[in-house]
Nanobody, 126 residues
Framework: VQLQASGGGLVTAGDSLRLSCTAP????????MGWFRQAPGKEREFVAA????????NVAEFAKERFTVSRVNARNTLYLQMNSLKPEDTAVYYC????????????????????WGQGTLVTVSS
């Protein structure tokens, strides 16, 4: 399954970016979608997840005041609006499709996501 993430780039602290992720309809449909990120030398971490109906399933503490996850099902597209970016937000951001099983991690566990995009790099300079 091919997920395509885009929208990353080099920005200055305080700027905004909107990431996008498209997926095939058969994998996008009816599934929870998530965003994760991985900074250099660090483990992949959860950012946000959204249900099929567009409700935010969970958001990481660092993202609660600055990031918004959304989706447009008719376009099979997932978004992550990131505002007030900080240098510590520098990472490769990945979108993912969660498997259909019940979540035991409040959607935060990467192991629960079955399909992943290739990632888009976000670099925030100070």
């Amino acid at each position: 399954v091919q997920l395509q993430a885009s929208g990353g780039g080099l920005v200055t602290a305080g700027d905004s970016l909107r990431l996008s992720c498209t997926a095939p309809e058969r994998s996008f449909s009816r599934n929870v979608m998530g965003w994760f990120r991985q900074a250099p030398g660090k483990e992949r971490e959860f950012v946000a997840a959204i249900t099929w109906t567009g409700s935010t399933a969970n958001v990481a503490e660092f993202a609660k005041e600055r990031f918004t996850v959304s989706r447009v099902n008719a376009r099979n597209t997932l978004y992550l609006q990131m505002n007030s970016l900080k240098p510590e937000d520098t990472a490769v951001y990945y979108c993912a499709v969660k498997g259909p099983q019940y979540s035991s991690s409040a959607y935060r566990g990467a192991y629960e996501y079955k399909y992943w995009g290739q990632g888009t790099l976000v670099t925030v300079s100070s």
